[in-house]
């Protein structure tokens, strides 16, 4: 079983920054993918940014291109999110997310998800 801990959420104002983490444990070795989703209030969860373990290839939604980047430290099994010029529509809860399969960045096809961590964008 994989666990994946998420951290670095909290408020901040339109235009700021924040760099979220997460941590993987347990059998990592598994692990082909690890990315993140992010729900708004009263909003279906939707795909932000994935990266493949074995080629570090990147996948990014098209509301966040240009200001969120995603990268990887695999020794530590951890993947961050540098995420800057924040919007108020950014607002919501981020999970970490990892799949053993592939990267289609489907929710229903993660295998692994965290508790996630709130990210609040005031204006």
């Keep these: 079983q994989v666990q994946l801990v998420e951290s670095g959420g909290g408020l901040v104002q339109a ?11 347990g ?46 430290d695999n020794a530590k099994s951890t993947v961050y ?4 010029h924040l ?8 999970y970490c997310a990892a799949d053993r399969l592939g990267s289609t960045w489907y929710v229903d096809g993660m295998d692994y998800w965290g508790k996630g961590t709130l990210v609040t964008v005031s204006s």
């Design 15 to 25: 235009g700021g920054s924040l760099r979220l983490s997460c941590a993987a444990s």
């Design 27 to 72: 059998r990592t070795v598994s692990i082909d993918a690890m990315g993140w989703f992010r729900q708004a209030p009263g909003k279906e969860r939707e795909f932000v940014v994935g990266i493949s373990w074995s080629g570090g290839r990147t996948s990014y939604a098209d509301s966040v291109k240009g200001r969120f980047t995603i990268s990887r």
């Design 81 to 84: 999110l540098q995420m800057s």
């Design 87 to 94: 919007k108020p529509e950014d607002t919501a809860v981020y």
